[in-house]
């Protein structure tokens, strides 16, 4: 072998340019360019980043909006239904749950507006799953319940009549779209004790828990039924059935207290416990819950005030007041308590926040504030309504009955009363709930001008006595939140 051979053993050989070893390198080349210039603008993350939390289905929403429905927590069973909308807004049925907890959800509001505004809204959110599905019939028997507790004459005034009746056409609509709709039976139920139709409520009621027993509205209308029948003992049993439903439902333990309460003999107060424990689940619920809810504070003190427990009945409603300090209607309900309580000279300030507003001395004297630590608010007055006129009454009679000749008393009563005279002039209810006082004040701004008439009675317990127990028919619905 020649060395030269030999060499080329040993050496590499030069090789010749391959065409598609370079397209390959090319390809690669403009690949990484694009995958640099897209990390740059953020289109791809780098290695090993966390992954993106996934978006949640309208499904786990309505799950978690009924675990709030029972624990109690309405506001945010709301939020999430709300939420599942956003994600699916043509779905009537979401719609149509939100309407019913927002109505539910009302019941716990002291205020008549901040009741009438969630109502309102609880009606643009049936009127959405109507508009979304005419014909179904759980949209039209929500409709209904919804405009039933509209239909409230504290909350609908002169609208109240109307209001029920659009409930009726709905109710009726449902059951012809579906007579087997448990739901649209027990809400017609409900409309048709708001109207004092009582056999044929029955009749209703209890083809709804044939049907369907199953169901804490079933359950709920049953004891409304009972209740505004006096039959207060059989309304407790169904209200607890409901709570064996929705065990952690506000408004339910409500009613039982109310009815509770109804029972109680003041001779007896050991009767009124269990009303008192009713009201007092609402407040450990809120308290679990981290809610500041005034309402099972107020009912508290009215069941003292009730027991003749003066003294507890009033730090109860402070207790409640402290929670909703701008409120002019807790002050108006502080003085209905002092009334109850024999506490008239306490009554005068709380009313006179109520109804004139105070300023926030005033306002902390009422509460028995801390001036240092507890906030400095003034309160608007209430101006006259179906909802504030027994604030207005009772106040007029307190002033009448704690007047005298020299403190002025009647010519604030009688400005009151006549301010509540002229506005119900053809109610001979509440006209004859003021007349005494009228006379007593009469009697003494008589005497005052030196017109002869008969001796005035001075320092005499006022005349009115606003109502405390459940709502009856025929009477001024000032307590039980459900239905009109």
């Known amino acids: 072998m ?7 053993i040993f050496l590499r050989q030069r090789r010749h340019s391959d065409p598609y070893r370079v397209l390959i390198l090319l390809a690669l080349l403009l690949v990484g360019l694009f995958v640099l210039r897209e990390f740059k ?13 996934p978006t949640r289905t309208v499904i786990s929403y309505e799950q978690e909006a009924e675990t709030y429905f029972q624990i109690g927590d309405l506001n945010k069973a709301i939020g999430s239904y709300q939420q599942a909308i956003a994600q699916q807004p043509q779905d009537a049925q979401l719609y149509a749950e939100l309407a019913r907890i927002q109505t539910y959800s009302s019941s716990l509001l002291t205020n008549s507006d901040a009741r009438r505004q969630r109502l309102q809204e609880a009606l643009d959110s049936i009127g959405k799953a109507v508009e979304l599905a005419p014909d179904d019939s759980t949209a039209h028997a929500v409709r209904a319940f919804v405009l ?11 609208q109240s009549a109307v209001i029920l009746l659009q409930a009726e056409q709905e109710a009726v609509t449902a059951i012809n779209l579906d007579n087997t ?3 649209a039976l027990a809400y017609y139920a409900e409309i048709l004790v708001d109207q004092q139709k009582w056999n044929q409520a029955e009749q209703y009621i209890d083809q709804a828990l044939e049907r369907d027993s199953t169901l804490m509205d079933v359950h709920r209308v049953k004891g409304y039924v009972l209740e505004s029948t006096r039959q207060y003992r059989l309304a407790i049993e169904e209200y607890q059935k409901a709570l064996e439903i929705a065990p952690n439902m506000p408004l339910l333990w409500l009613q039982i207290g109310y009815n509770y309460r109804a029972l109680a003999d003041p001779s007896v107060p050991a009767q009124f416990d269990p009303a008192l424990e009713a009201f007092s689940k609402v407040v450990e619920i809120n308290e679990r819950l981290g809610i500041q809810d005034s309402l099972p504070y107020t009912q508290i003190a009215k069941t003292y005030a009730q027991m003749g427990e003066g003294l507890i009945s009033s730090r109860n409603a402070r207790k409640a007041l402290q929670i909703s300090p701008t ?13 109850q309580a024999r506490n008239y000279e306490g009554a005068i300030p709380a009313f006179q926040c109520a109804l004139e507003g105070c300023d926030a001395v005033t306002s902390c004297d009422v509460r028995q504030c801390d001036s240092e630590t507890d906030p400095a608010v003034t309160v608007t007055g209430l101006p006259l309504s179906d ?7 009772t106040y007029g009679s307190v002033l009448a009955g704690m007047a005298r000749k020299s403190n002025g008393y009647c010519n604030k009563a009688m400005e009151i009363l006549n301010k509540v005279r002229n506005a119900y002039s053809e109610d001979t209810i509440i006209l004859s709930i003021i007349q005494p006082s009228v006379e007593i004040c009469q009697s003494i701004l008589s005497e005052t001008d030196q017109t ?33």
């Open 452 to 484: 002869p008439t008969t001796q005035p009675q001075t320092d005499q317990t006022p005349t009115v006595q606003p109502q405390t127990g459940p709502t009856q028919p025929g009477n001024l619905p000032t307590e039980t939140p459900s239905g009109g």
């Open 181 to 183: 709709n448990t739901l």
């Open 148 to 158: 039933d507790w509209n239909a409230n004459p504290i909350l609908a005034g002169d």
């Open 327 to 339: 409120s002019p209607d807790m002050y108006g309900q502080l003085g209905v308590i002092y009334f």
């Open 2 to 8: 020649s060395s030269n051979a030999k060499r080329y």
């Open 387 to 393: 909802s504030t006129v027994v604030y207005y009454y």
């Open 41 to 53: 603008a953020g289109a791809i993350e780098a290695p090993f980043t966390a992954t993106a939390t």
